[in-house]
Nanobody
């Protein structure tokens, strides 16, 4: 399964973006999914996740109340709605199953740049 994130861009602080993640070569509807981000000079971190049955999830404290993750009706797309963006949210954002498969390549990320 190939995962590709899209929807990033450059916004001013306080702005919003909606990221999308789609799969090719298969579906991830039976997997827990997550959005990760990697800022320059930092390790990649899990930001938000959603369980396979969509009933539970995880939200990092740094984005709580601002970021919301959801699945598309077709079950092969997940979204990340990001509101009240701050400069510290600047990073490359990736989607992946949770937990990520060890040794598996990550899909293409999408750059989010927030200016103050």
């Amino acid at each position: 399964v190939q995962l590709q994130a899209s929807g990033g861009g450059a916004v001013e602080a306080g702005g919003s973006l909606r990221l999308s993640c789609t799969s090719s070569g298969g579906s991830f509807y039976s997997h827990a999914m997550g959005w990760f981000r990697q800022a320059p000079g930092k390790e990649r971190q899990l930001v938000v996740s959603i369980s396979a049955d969509d009933r539970t999830g995880y939200v990092d404290s740094s984005v709580k109340g601002r970021f919301t993750m959801s699945r598309g009706s077709a079950k092969n797309t997940v979204y990340l709605q990001m509101n009240s963006l701050q400069p510290e949210d600047t990073a490359v954002y990736y989607c992946n199953i949770v937990p990520p498969l060890i040794g598996a390549a990550w899909g293409k990320g999408t750059q989010v740049t927030v200016s103050s």
